[in-house]
């Protein structure tokens, strides 16, 4: 049995580019449904993230990849107008033979 069904809503892509809409629909195995619909996502200009949610947002995507130098390269960048040197920065993003 599929479980998941992706379906093209054209009246959702009415609103484009003006409205970037999702809408859900989730059918439990004892037939229950929930629905959700956003007229725009999270993230979108129209409903921006916070500044802790960006931060959030940061640490867990590149987590993996920068590892303990994720939190420096995040103060970096919050705190950009009173960076001196602009190397600091890319060092801490340059990729790691050990990682």
Do not use: Q, W
Not at 18 to 34: Q, Y
Not at 42 to 47: A, L, T, V
Not at 87 to 98: A, F, H, M, P, S
């Amino acid at each position: 049995m599929k479980k998941v069904h992706v379906v093209l809503d054209e009246a959702l892509d009415v609103g484009y580019p003006d409205k970037r809409g999702a809408a859900a629909k989730i059918t439990t195995a004892t037939g229950k449904t929930f629905e959700s619909f956003l007229e725009n996502a999270k993230g979108e200009p129209e409903c921006p993230l916070s500044e802790d949610e960006i931060s959030d947002k940061f640490l867990t995507l590149s987590g993996d990849v920068l590892k303990d130098r994720a939190l420096k390269v995040r103060d970096l960048v919050l705190d950009l107008e009173n960076v001196t040197d602009l190397r600091e920065i890319g060092t801490l993003l340059r990729c790691r033979k050990d990682a």
